[in-house]
């Protein structure tokens, strides 16, 4: 059974960068079928995607994000990670990790990053 | 950007009752659609895609239609279970992005 991890610090500083890991067990992220991606969820409201990769390294981000969004893999430990940089307290969400082909069908439980000084 | 419209916000339905949720896109999609469910503190789970098609282990109860620009959801005998949050979803330009409608929250009446 495929099980995606998210792990990183619940607490970020203003203008710092956000970083999180969402490690993958139970298969290979360098699946040819699949994506890997990032999704968001401020707390009480819907679900944002962040952006995505492709386990040859290949990304796409949301357009809206793109600017401060590096999203990068590591076959060889079966992860991939997230960057947010720049911070503001609109980033504060529940951060998700999933995997995807066009629909999402593996998701991570989803890790909460404050962002506060 | 495709924008995904649901609606409504909040649907109350007694238990036993069926729920019809809607999905509008701003333009085309084609069945590159999905649903997903979220109870609270959970991630969400996907029930449906290409439209129509039940995810592995979705009941039956649950069912999706439409093409195009509009989508609905159908859940033929609510049980206590099936009242969480429920998203639309499209990837008709994936790559290079995709985006969720804002989710329509079904509540017991």
């Known amino acids: 059974q495929l099980q995606l991890q998210e792990s990183g610090p619940g607490l970020v500083k203003p203008s710092e960068t956000l970083s999180l890991t969402c490690t993958v067990s139970?298969?290979?992220?360098?699946?040819?079928?699949?994506?890997w991606g990032w999704i968001r969820q401020p707390p009480g409201k819907g679900l944002e995607w962040i952006g995505s990769?492709?386990?040859?390294?290949?990304?796409y981000y949301n357009p809206s994000l793109k600017s401060r969004v590096t999203i990068s893999v590591d076959t060889s430990k079966n992860q991939f990670s997230l960057k947010l940089s720049s911070v503001t307290a609109a980033d504060t969400a529940v951060y998700y990790c999933a995997r995807h082909s066009s629909s999402s069908d593996y998701w991570g439980q989803g890790t909460l990053v404050t962002v506060s000084s | 950007e495709i924008v995904m419209t649901q609606s409504p916000a909040t649907l109350s339905v007694s238990p036993g009752e069926r729920a019809t949720l809607s999905c509008r896109a701003s333009?085309?999609?084609?069945?590159?659609l999905a649903w997903y469910q979220q109870k609270p503190g959970q991630a969400p789970r996907l029930l449906i895609y290409?439209?129509?098609t039940r995810a592995t282990g979705i009941p039956a109860r649950f069912s999706g239609s439409g093409s195009g620009t509009e989508f609905t959801l159908t859940i033929s005998s609510l049980q206590s279970e099936d009242f969480a949050v429920y998203y639309c979803q499209q990837y008709n330009n994936w790559p290079p992005a995709y985006t969720f409608g804002q989710g329509t929250k079904l509540e017991i009446k």
């Open positions: 333009q085309s999609v084609s069945s590159n």
């Open positions: 290409g439209a129509s």
């Open positions: 990769i492709y386990y040859s390294g290949s990304t």
């Open positions: 139970g298969g290979s992220i360098s699946s040819s079928s699949y994506y």
